[in-house]
C-alpha cells in the first residue's frame, strides 16, 4: 500500500528541547512538504523540498530545520527556538510539477 | 493577507439536501484549486480540483464551480450524507504544487 506515514501520532517537548518528527513516503513522490495546523486556521507551509538534498522556506520557517537525503524521507526538527511549537503538523508529498498534494495523517506536539 | 478565505466558520445541512460551500482568493495568479476534507487528529483528504481554465468539474456527489471574475469557488455536496461531517479546506496554487495557499476551514455538520 501506497501512503505517507508520520510519526509518532503524539509527541511530548520539554522547553529547550529540539525534537524531530518523522515523515516517510512510498509514493515515490519527489516533492516534500512539512505544514502546520493551529486550531480554526488553515494550513501554513513551514519547509517544503523538490528535489533530494534541496529544501526551501516556506512561511513560518522559524525555528524549525530539515533535512532531505533520501526520496522517501523529510524529517522536521523543532528546535528550541521556536517558542510556540504546540500544534498538528502536517507532512504532504507530490510529483514534480504536480498541482495535488497528498497528506499524512499528523503528528501532535505539545509542550510539557 | 488572508490570500484565500473561507468566511462561513461553520455549516448545518440536513441529510439528503445539498451542501454549499464557499471559498474566495485575492491573488489573481492562482490558476488551480484544490478541495480537502479533514476528520478530527487525521490529515486532509484530497476531494476535487479544478483548473482556472474550467467553470466546473464534476465527481460523484462533489462539484466545483469556479468564478474567475469574482475570484470565487464554490463545492457542492449532493445530497450531504452524515459522513460527509468534516472540516473542509479551500486552496489554491500557482500551477505547480511547491505552494499551495489554504483557507481557514469550514465545519460542515450533515444531521439527521
Known amino acids: 500500500d501506497g501512503g505517507i506515514t508520520q510519526s509518532p501520532k503524539y509527541l511530548f517537548r520539554k522547553e529547550g528541547q529540539n525534537v524531530t518528527l518523522s515523515c516517510e513516503q512510498n509514493l515515490n513522490h519527489d516533492a516534500m512538504y512539512w505544514y502546520r495546523q493551529d486550531p480554526g486556521q488553515g494550513l501554513r507551509l513551514i519547509y517544503y523540498?523538490?528535489?533530494?538534498?534541496?529544501?526551501q522556506k516556506g512561511d513560518i520557517a522559524e525555528g524549525y530545520s530539515v533535512s532531505r537525503e533520501k526520496k522517501e524521507s523529510f524529517p522536521l526538527t523543532v528546535t528550541s527556538a521556536q517558542k510556540n511549537p504546540t500544534a498538528f503538523y502536517l507532512c504532504?508529498?507530490?510529483?514534480?510539477?504536480?498541482?495535488?498534494?497528498?497528506f499524512g495523517p499528523g503528528t501532535r506536539l505539545l509542550v510539557l | 493577507d488572508q490570500q484565500v478565505k473561507q468566511n462561513s466558520p461553520s455549516l448545518s445541512v440536513q441529510e439528503g439536501r445539498i451542501s454549499i460551500l464557499n471559498c474566495d482568493y485575492t491573488?489573481?495568479?492562482?490558476?488551480?484549486f484544490l478541495w480537502y476534507k479533514k476528520y478530527p487528529a487525521e490529515g486532509p483528504t484530497f476531494l476535487i480540483s479544478i483548473s482556472s481554465i474550467k467553470d466546473k468539474n464534476e465527481d460523484g456527489r462533489f462539484t466545483v464551480f469556479l468564478n474567475k471574475s469574482a475570484k470565487h469557488l464554490s463545492l457542492h455536496i449532493v445530497p450531504s450524507q452524515p459522513g460527509d461531517s468534516a472540516v473542509y479546506f479551500c486552496?489554491?496554487?500557482?500551477?505547480?504544487?511547491?505552494?499551495?495557499?489554504f483557507g481557514t476551514g469550514t465545519r460542515l455538520q450533515v444531521t439527521l
Open positions: 491573488n489573481s495568479m492562482f490558476d488551480y
Open positions: 486552496a489554491a496554487n500557482t500551477g505547480t504544487a511547491s505552494k499551495l495557499t
Open positions: 523540498s523538490q528535489i533530494v538534498n534541496d529544501f
Open positions: 504532504a508529498s507530490s510529483i514534480w510539477g504536480g498541482e495535488t498534494q497528498y
